[in-house]
């Protein structure tokens, strides 16, 4: 997959100390929340450590304790910390974290230095779309059948045509989604690969020759799924994720 999305500029500044930010009155919640969970995440607030208190957060950020109150609860339902009467606020280990809330996804991928949360991502995804692809080929039927070539078509057309081939692709991997019929497989992986496309180190931004060979994968793809052939569908899908990552993986990360 490609996009031209940038990703946007890591966090860089502590929660804890520098001067006072003031913000828009309607982004002031948003903007403590994305900053809490940013600085959890990148480790600076590590797990067992306690939050600073209300009012220092709240000189901090330059917004009142009401605001600083309920962006902590929005931090807690996100599983990244515990409130405990008379113990203040404590950061929880990752395994409690909720990797797919929105919030948390993006600030994984945005602080991804070794691109180890995008590996992760890939194997994850391979995995779930692998399984879809199966199912999709044992319920095929003339409509599903017609639908894929359709899209497949749509791709195909757009070779060379950086953002239309993006988009036909995605199509193309959530028509299977669908027609597999794996609703909470389906919701995880469009949650993983949205937010991915979205990061320019995951989408790359290969040539044309590059769009082909993703094009006879998908052929492949779509060639063991019509047939019902749901063994090789999901082989083949597996093989097209794993690759299709290892070829944009940029070179100068190692792996983890």
Do not use: C
């Amino acid at each position: 997959m490609s996009e031209h999305a940038s990703d946007p500029a890591p966090l860089k500044r502590s929660v804890l100390a520098g001067p006072q930010t003031r913000m828009p009155p309607a982004r002031l919640g948003v903007a403590v929340v994305v900053d809490l969970v940013a600085a959890i995440v990148t480790g600076e607030l590590q797990p067992g450590d306690v939050l600073p208190p209300e009012g220092t957060l709240s000189q901090r950020f330059g917004v009142s304790r009401t605001v600083i109150r309920e962006s902590v609860k929005r931090v807690e339902e996100k599983g990244l910390v515990v409130v405990a009467q008379g113990r203040g606020t404590t950061v929880n280990p990752p395994s409690a974290w909720n990797v797919l809330d929105p919030v948390v996804l993006s600030a994984l991928v945005d602080h991804d230095d070794t691109l180890g949360v995008l590996d992760e991502l890939t194997i994850v995804r391979a995995s779930l779309e692998a399984s879809m692809a199966a199912e999709a080929a044992r319920r095929q039927n003339p409509e599903f059948s017609e639908e894929l070539r359709t899209l497949f078509e749509q791709t195909e057309r757009h070779l060379g045509d950086f953002d239309s081939y993006n988009d036909a692709d995605a199509a193309f991997h959530y028509a299977i989604m669908e027609q597999s019929g794996i609703r909470l497989a389906a919701n995880i992986t469009r949650i993983l690969f949205a937010r991915a496309r979205e990061s320019s180190r995951f989408t790359g931004h290969h040539g044309a020759d590059a769009m082909a060979v993703t094009l006879e994968e998908h052929r492949s793809v779509l060639d063991a799924i019509t047939r019902g052939d749901a063994d090789a569908a999901a082989n083949a899908m597996h093989d097209h994720i794993a690759n299709a990552w290892a070829r944009r993986r940029p070179q100068d990360h190692a792996g983890h």
